[in-house]
């Protein structure tokens, strides 16, 4: 198909803001899963609520590159990035991510129940492109306790919002948070929402306010000359 730009504009520039216009609808979008066994029980409805949010996310014409990191609490093995290929860690093949997803085995754990969501948290951080300002996560935990062991604050990400008993949010965690702008942001935080809310409130609204953090990242992008 042979490409068409505005005649008025240079070839060089046209081409340059149609990649820019890639980018700046690009979302890092990775989910951070208990994979531990006591998720068993709120496992089917997250696979699900993972689904909603994606199809809800196609109402803002975002292009998402998802990726999964898994929480194991498990010694030597606090958590796992999940690979689609070698060495890659995002997909834009939907059906891809929902597969690895869907058949995430559930296993091990800690004994006093104390997850080890923060190194979860900085392996998905760590996971990031540098290139990327677009990068929001996204938390699905049963964990009612974490140890303070880190700090999340070396690798600036643009949303966090966690699913998870309501005492996780009481954790200090220690972001550093960027505006669509990419500058530092001092008033933002994680979000909060009781994971069991994923089997009860999965309305226009309730979606709504859970993805539009994440849409928010690309607001600020300008694409215009």
């Not at 919002?161 to 309501?166: D, L, V």
Request: hydrophobic letters at 40%; charged letters at 25%; proline letters at 5%.
């Amino acid at each position: 198909m042979q490409e068409q730009f505005n005649p008025q504009m240079p070839l060089g520039l046209a081409k340059k803001l149609e990649e820019e216009k890639s980018n700046a609808y690009t979302l890092y979008w990775d989910f951070v899963i208990d994979g531990t066994a006591s998720m068993s029980s709120l496992y089917a409805g997250v696979y699900l609520a993972v689904i909603k949010f994606l199809e809800w996310m196609k109402r803002y014409e975002v292009k998402p590159m998802l990726g999964i990191t898994v929480i194991r609490s498990m010694e030597g093995q606090p958590a796992v990035a999940v690979e689609f290929e070698p060495g890659v860690y995002y997909t834009e093949n939907t059906g891809e991510f929902l597969k690895k997803l869907k058949y995430l085995s559930l296993y091990g754990g800690s004994e006093d129940g104390k997850e080890e969501v923060e190194e979860g948290i900085a392996l998905s951080l760590a996971k990031f492109p540098e290139s990327s300002m677009n990068r929001g996560i996204m938390v699905f935990t049963d964990c009612y306790e974490c140890e303070r062991k880190l700090t999340l604050a070396e690798k600036s990400v643009g949303a966090v919002t966690f699913f998870c008993p309501e005492s996780l949010a009481l954790h200090p965690f220690d972001f550093t948070f960027f505006t669509p702008e990419g500058e530092w942001d001092e008033n933002g935080s994680p979000a909060f929402f009781d994971i069991t809310a994923l089997f009860r409130e999965l309305s226009g609204e309730f979606l709504d306010d859970v993805v539009k953090p994440f849409k928010d990242l690309i607001k600020g992008v300008s694409i215009g000359v």
